[in-house]
């Protein structure tokens, strides 16, 4: 792997990071295309008491 490659690994990893730190109920989802990951999704529920 390419340093470019490593340093792309690196801000998702982090971006990531960022996310579940936010997330109290929910999923993330890493979307991955010719074996690259072009997107993140974030769902969020909310639990009603």
Partial sequence: MGKRNE???EQV???IKLL???LKYGSITIV???EKI???E???KIRLK
């Fill in 7 to 9: 340093q792309d690994l």
């Fill in 13 to 15: 990893y982090e971006k």
């Fill in 20 to 22: 579940l730190n936010d």
């Fill in 32 to 34: 991955v295309q010719d």
């Fill in 38 to 40: 072009i997107q993140i």
């Fill in 42 to 44: 974030k769902n969020e």
